[in-house]
């Protein structure tokens, strides 16, 4: 390959340099003759010097670029992953300490005589809460009844229309059926509406019986607080 790029640019020199010669006879013919064979050889070196420019030596030519291309080494090397900084950990929450409840003084003998007073009215409200605690569950079991049967009786009645609308005939039987047991749930179901309102009215009267029972009950007490401040005096 070197040695073609060599013919090559040994041709194009011996172009150049005929075409120089020929155009240095020619001026040579219409210069004086003093100016004789240095004329020539100027023109032949004028010509020569744009062949070298412009042929490249054959090491130039054969030379190959340079690729961008990584060597197989760099390529099949893995690419770093990124890693990403590890967060800082959640400062934890100081609760604070609870703060210590300071024990109580003592009352004064004066203050000590209201004792059952105080005790009293402690035990009754730790008797109106258990009521009403009592209440709520009776009355919470009373709607739970009055739902129960409507669900029934709603579940019936959509079973005894799709059998109507299927097979009225062939269904006949079991429409009876569900028709009585319908019936009956209706009964259930005014009955238990009945309960749930005679509850719901027994607690007003409940309620004045409790109140007049714990009300006697401190009118007691405060008798015997009395007894006591009078003989302290």
Same mark, same amino acid.
């Not at 073609?4 to 194009?12: I, W």
């Given at each position: 390959?070197n040695e ?9 020199a ?21 100016t ?24 130039? +030519?054969?030379?190959p670029?340079?690729?961008? +291309? ?36 003592? *009352? ?29 569950? !009776? ?5 739970? @009844? ?18 109507? +609308? ?5 269904? @006949?039987?079991?429409?009876? =059926?569900?028709?009585? =047991? ?6 259930? *179901?005014?009955?238990?509406k ?21 009300? =006697?009950?401190i009118?007691? !007490? ?12």
């Open positions: 390959m073609f790029f060599r013919r090559v640019y040994v041709s194009c011996v172009i150049f340099i005929s075409l120089a010669a020929q155009l240095a006879w020619a001026q040579g013919n219409a210069a004086p003759a003093q004789g064979q240095p004329a020539v050889e100027k023109a032949v070196e004028a010509a020569a010097k744009p062949a070298e420019a412009a042929v490249k030596t054959p090491e130039a +030519v054969a030379k670029a340079e690729s961008p +291309v990584k060597s197989p080494e760099a390529a099949a090397q893995p690419a770093q992953p990124q890693v990403q900084p590890a967060e800082a950990p959640a400062k934890p929450v100081e609760i604070a300490p609870a703060a210590k409840k300071e024990p109580e003084k003592a *009352l004064a003998t004066c203050a000590q005589h209201l004792t059952p007073l105080a005790d009293g009215y402690r035990q009754a409200y730790e008797r109106m809460r258990q009521w009403m605690r009592e209440i709520s569950d !009776r009355t919470t079991a009373a709607d739970e @009844k009055v739902k129960s049967i409507q669900t029934k009786i709603q579940d019936n009645e959509a079973t005894i229309t799709k059998l109507k +609308v299927e097979a009225p005939k062939a269904n @006949k039987s079991r429409i009876k =059926d569900l028709s009585r =047991d319908n019936k009956q749930l209706w009964k259930d *179901l005014e009955a238990a009945k309960e749930t309102v005679a509850l719901r009215r027994s607690v007003s009267k409940t309620l004045n019986q409790k109140v007049k029972e714990t009300s =006697d009950e009118k007691g !007490r405060l008798a015997e607080v009395q007894k006591r401040l009078a003989a302290q005096e």
